[in-house]
């Protein structure tokens, strides 16, 4: 049954005021992001800690640390304060279209290239009025999932995270070795023994162990010393080093159209096709039941861009 006494003495833009701290984790970060003193952030955190009865944030020195009752209501804020917004919303019926906050995405420098352009146009006619936030893939996405500071993922399956996060595989994908239109090895079997020959360029893809290391690992199976040139997750960097040296790097094949005319994959020999598992594209979202409605438009129409290069 609704309170209604209790409810006539909450303060609804508070909310506001404690999802910007849970992502700031600073009042004076926060006074600037609500445009509002400091003070006024400190006046409101004092009546939110009324308000629920509990500390809500304690002081560290990482900043402010949410209490384990604030996470709980911080992961239900952000579809209740869309359900808020509809409701004075007067096209409703476009709320999708007419959205104007951020679109923010993490994905695996080694995705970038499709996908980053494919999602910048994707943003730009289906949420003109929105900002994109495109960034890597890294240790505290999770987390930012999680709290829906982050709409999804785009990243290899299968990853060792929460149950909080539903991981969604979407496509199959199969690794070639890119390397120079003009390389000597574009004229021999890409065997291990010939990789041997040639630097390593390796495309860092964080919290996938597995994938990273496939030819390292291959090679030294193999009895041969792997010699790596350079490892980035800056993929323009990878690229360049490709065009300008004879090293060769193993990567995604949907990489294929965004190559400069300078590069080009090469199929592995059967024996290392062999040896390679499997592997999948997925999408990482919160649990659907706490999923915004921005969420579940931008999983689905991403999982189409994913479909339409597989």
């Not at 279209?97 to 993490?106: D, F, K, L, P, R």
């Not at 420098?109 to 352009?117: D, K, R, V, W, Y």
């Not at 065997?191 to 290391?213: H, S």
């Amino acid at each position: 049954m609704i309170d209604n006494k209790r409810l006539m003495n909450v303060d609804l833009n508070l909310l506001l005021l404690l999802q910007v701290l849970g992502k700031e984790k600073n009042t004076r970060k926060a006074a600037e992001r609500l445009f509002v003193t400091q003070s006024a952030i400190s006046k409101g955190l004092k009546k939110l800690r009324e308000q629920f009865d509990n500390e809500l944030f304690i002081s560290s020195n990482k900043g402010l640390e949410a209490t384990p009752f604030c996470e709980e209501v911080q992961l239900k804020l952000p579809r209740l304060l869309e359900e808020l917004t509809s409701l004075y919303d007067t096209h409703s019926n476009n709320d999708y279209a007419s959205y104007s906050g951020t679109v923010s995405i993490a994905i695996n420098p080694s995705l970038t290239f499709p996908f980053a352009e494919l999602i910048q146009n994707y943003v730009q006619e289906k949420l003109p009025n929105a900002s994109l936030e495109l960034v890597n893939w890294s240790w505290n996405t999770e987390l930012h999932i999680k709290k829906q500071m982050i709409h999804l993922g785009i990243n290899y399956y299968p990853l060792t995270l929460t149950k909080h996060i539903v991981q969604q595989p979407i496509a199959d994908v199969k690794f070639n070795l890119c390397l120079s239109t003009a390389h000597p090895l574009l004229n021999q079997e890409i065997t291990m023994e010939n990789i041997a020959k040639y630097p390593l360029v390796m495309n860092l893809m964080p919290d996938y162990v597995k994938q990273q290391n496939h030819v390292e690992r291959l090679l030294k199976e193999a009895n041969l010393t792997p010699k790596v040139a350079l490892k980035s997750d800056i993929m323009s960097v990878c690229l360049s080093t490709l065009e300008n040296t004879e090293s060769v790097m193993p990567i995604h094949s949907l990489i294929r159209p965004s190559l400069p005319s300078s590069l080009t994959l090469a199929e592995f020999s059967p024996s290392i096709e062999a040896c390679i598992p499997k592997n999948q594209i997925a999408l990482y979202t919160t649990n659907s039941s706490e999923q915004t409605m921005i969420s579940r438009q931008l999983e689905d129409d991403i999982k189409a861009i994913i479909l339409s290069l597989s």
